[in-house]
């Protein structure tokens, strides 16, 4: 025990408590604790107690300077609205992808779609999955500061709160401070997962499936994609891949039966509680389709669902994809807090799309890199959200 370095525990602990009281508010403004938000307050107290024991990981990232991720219904409305314009901001800059490469992308937003898009099949069912995701959040949030003058950090989106009554959370409420409301209704066909083609899983239709109407979105150029449409009717790409440029509305479906099958807060505790082994925890996040379980990541998307949302490839496409993936993250970032020892740097599952065609296992030297957005870092970087490059934690 290295007991100098103790006092540089005491203001991460009481941050673990200040987690608790800034816990997600629900419309009576009545302060909503989930057994998910207790899991994070105890990984966030071992995290204070191993700096504590360790010392700071890097010293650039100390408690003075950290970044705390908040829940979106914890923002104030002028926080909202500034998330809101930089995400708008983003949309409406010049894309720094190559033409040639990716012909479709208009603006910097696009410049991370089209970066998924391109990475898909190597980027989910795999070892890198959280790591990747973390990473290109964060160089979502920090395009988001440093490129559009935003001083927030990137909010995340704590489905469980929501699950009984999807449609009523504030974020969908269609209002100048929400992320956009339900598509209109169309009517259309239930949607089949993993595709509609080879469905193992079908989500009812829901009473969206047309463009978002309301609240600042509803202006929103989805450019790129489709490449596996959820929705039969979304305009094909002209291109080749989904790079074409291809502009549409933004078309949502929300779905209460994807928010109250998977997405409560007691399947997202139970995930975090009873996987210690990494290989079943990203297993079970992930859904396990033939076995009819979608998992709080694949419903997580499901929720909003429709075109792009309900498309593997292109759903960074809505910007509800980084809300989703910051509370992916955050489930992460919990689960490796309550066992930081063994589960920090803990890396499983192979290089290919649920080992198929079969490959070698994912390692921490394993480089992810996000196209024209940003270098590659290692997943070792990017398994601890304070060694560095990043520095935040979640409330
Ligand atoms: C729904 O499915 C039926 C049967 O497969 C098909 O004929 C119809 O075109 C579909 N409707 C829409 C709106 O996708
Ligand atoms: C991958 O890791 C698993 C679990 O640790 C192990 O059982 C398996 O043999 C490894 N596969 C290869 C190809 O090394
Ligand atoms: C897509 O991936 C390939 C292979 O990794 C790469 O060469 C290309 O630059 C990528 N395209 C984009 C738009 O990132
Ligand atoms: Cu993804």
Known sequence: MRFSSLPAAAPLLFSAVSALVAAPRDSTNTP??????????????NLGLYVATHGYPSQS??????????????????????????????????SITPASLVPGARSRYDDFVATHINQTLTIHGTGNFLAWH?????????????????EGYQPYFNWGKYSNNILGASIFDGSSTSMSGNGAYVQHNATGIPSNELPEIVLP????????????????????????????????????????????????????????????DSDTASLIQNNPDPYWFITNMQGNFPAGYLGVHTAGHFIIGGDPGGDLFTSPGDPYFYLHHANIDRTWWTWQNLDIKNRQYAVSATITLNNSP???????????????????ITIRDA???IAGPFCYIYA
């Open 61 to 94: 990232c100390t408690l003075e300077n950290v970044a705390v991720r908040r829940e979106w219904s914890t923002l104030s409305s002028a926080e909202k609205t500034s998330y809101i314009n930089a995400v708008q901001c983003l949309a409406s800059k010049p």
């Open 205 to 264: 239709a829901g009473s969206g499936g047309g463009c978002v109407t309301s609240g600042p979105f509803k202006n929103f150029k989805v450019n790129l994609g489709p490449v596996s449409p959820a929705l039969t009717y979304v305009e094909p790409n002209p291109g080749v891949f989904g790079m074409g440029y291809n502009p549409r509305c933004l078309r949502r479906d929300i779905s209460q039966v994807a928010a109250q099958g998977w997405t409560k």
């Open 383 to 385: 398994s601890s959200t």
């Open 358 to 376: 079969p490959s070698r296992n994912a390692t921490l030297d394993d480089l992810i890199d996000l196209g024209f957005n940003a270098g590659p």
């Open 32 to 45: 909503y604790l989930g057994l998910v938000d207790f899991l994070a307050a105890e990984g966030l107290f």
């Open 134 to 150: 973390r990473y290109f959040t964060w160089t979502y949030e920090q395009a988001l500061r440093n490129e559009c003058g935003y």
